[in-house]
């Protein structure tokens, strides 16, 4: 009888097994299934390609390592890192690119075509525009902050590009913290990665219309915001003349978003924040508000753990609604769909 029992026991722990086995299975599958190390067999010198590619246009011009981060930001936020950032608006499809916060200030296509080339002519259809966008974001982090990590992979390219969905995707650079964590909470992250990823603006430029409300139209009874620094309002008031214009254009002047050490992608932005020296009121409201302020303060002090984190979060960042297994497709050309 004890047997009996033992035995109907260890049946019922087998057939446990068995159903937690399958859940198991079930939940991996459900879960973004990239990995690194994705072009080890199919196509081995993938990533040493991208990353000679992307050394070689920061050594000509710095700015593409802070475009190609934004790159990464822009194009995971927007229908997922599927590369719909990439491709060219046509007559009778005004893709992301033309939307008016990519327009005229994204950059870095140019390096992605150059990696793409030079991929097709070694592993022809083979390496997604979406993957190229990740791993050209990693390398730019290693360029500019000297931090490398893992980037998993297997990401295919989506077939749609849709210009007004970028504004509706992307948050504004007039949103305060709450409305922040409310869109990066919608992308399914957390205000931890939305405060460590905040920390790419500690590299790159800003065109004046992104920022000159606040130093010209702020409210009704103060036309300068009273949370941005003097002295820096001072400074950009003398490159950023008033202007009416509200859509950006390619002539418009730029200002560093850290005017320090607009290349090192470091902490000083945190530093910065302290300081009232933000530059666009969704940098600032990070050191205003109660949810994001303590989280300033850390960071500022804390350079090492801060690039540990900004790494771990540029790879949570990076598995926003990706496509695998057979959905979407390898281009091979980044600008086009394949016919
Ligand atoms: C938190 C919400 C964010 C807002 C509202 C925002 C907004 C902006 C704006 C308005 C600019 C300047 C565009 C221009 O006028 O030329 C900019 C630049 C930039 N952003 Fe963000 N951004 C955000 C988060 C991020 C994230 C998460 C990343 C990447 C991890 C990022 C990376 C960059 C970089 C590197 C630049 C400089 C680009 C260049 O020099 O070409 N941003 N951002
Ligand atoms: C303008 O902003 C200041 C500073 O944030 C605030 O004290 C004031 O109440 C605002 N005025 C109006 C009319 O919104
Ligand atoms: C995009 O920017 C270019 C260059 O400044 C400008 O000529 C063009 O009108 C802009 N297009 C849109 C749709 O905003």
Redesign the pocket.
């Known amino acids: 009888m004890g047997n009996y029992r033992a035995q109907g026991f260890a049946a019922g722990l087998h057939k446990l097994a068995i159903v937690a086995f399958f859940a198991s299975m079930l939940l991996v599958s459900s879960l973004a299934s990239l990995e690194v190390g994705y072009y080890e067999s199919k196509c081995p010198m993938a990533e040493k390609i991208v990353r000679r590619t992307v050394v070689k246009a920061a050594a000509r011009d710095h700015?593409?390592?802070?475009?190609?981060?934004?790159l990464?930001?822009h194009d995971c936020?927007v229908r997922g890192c599927d590369a719909s950032v990439l491709l060219d608006p046509l007559p009778n499809n005004p893709s992301e690119k033309l939307s008016p916060?990519n327009n005229?200030?994204?950059?870095?296509y140019e390096v992605i075509d150059d990696a793409k080339a030079e991929l097709e002519a070694f592993c022809p259809e083979t390496v997604s525009c979406a993957d190229i966008i990740a791993f050209a974001?990693r390398d730019s982090t290693f360029i500019t902050g000297g931090l490398d990590y893992s980037v998993p992979s297997g990401r295919r390219d989506g077939m749609v590009s849709i210009d007004s969905e970028v504004v509706q995707n992307?948050?504004?650079?007039?949103?305060n913290a709450e409305q922040?964590i409310k869109?990066?909470a919608g992308k399914g992250l957390s205000v931890k990665d939305?405060v460590t990823?905040?920390?790419?603006?500690s590299?790159?430029?800003?065109?004046?219309?992104?920022?000159d409300s606040r130093l010209y139209r702020f409210n009704a009874t103060h036309p300068q915001d009273p949370s941005l620094n003097h002295h820096l309002a001072n400074f950009l008031k003398a490159r950023c003349l008033p202007s009416s214009k509200t859509v950006?254009t390619q002539t418009e002047p730029?200002v560093p978003?850290d005017i320090k050490a607009p290349n090192h992608l470091d902490v000083k932005y945190y530093k910065n924040l302290l300081k009232g020296k933000g530059l666009?009121?969704?940098?600032q409201t990070l050191a205003g508000s109660r949810s994001t302020l303590g989280l300033v303060i850390d960071h500022a002090r804390n350079p090492s753990k801060w690039k540990e984190e900004?790494a771990a979060?540029?790879v949570r960042?990076g598995n926003i609604d990706v496509l695998t297994g057979n959905k979407g497709e390898i281009r091979k050309n980044c600008r086009v769909v394949n016919d």
């Open positions: 700015g593409l390592a802070a475009g190609l981060i934004r990464y930001f936020f916060a005229a200030s994204l950059r870095g974001a992307l948050p504004f650079p007039t949103f922040l869109s990066f939305m990823l905040s920390g790419a603006h590299i790159g430029v800003s065109h004046c219309s992104s920022f950006r730029t978003l666009l009121t969704s940098d900004f979060a540029m960042m």
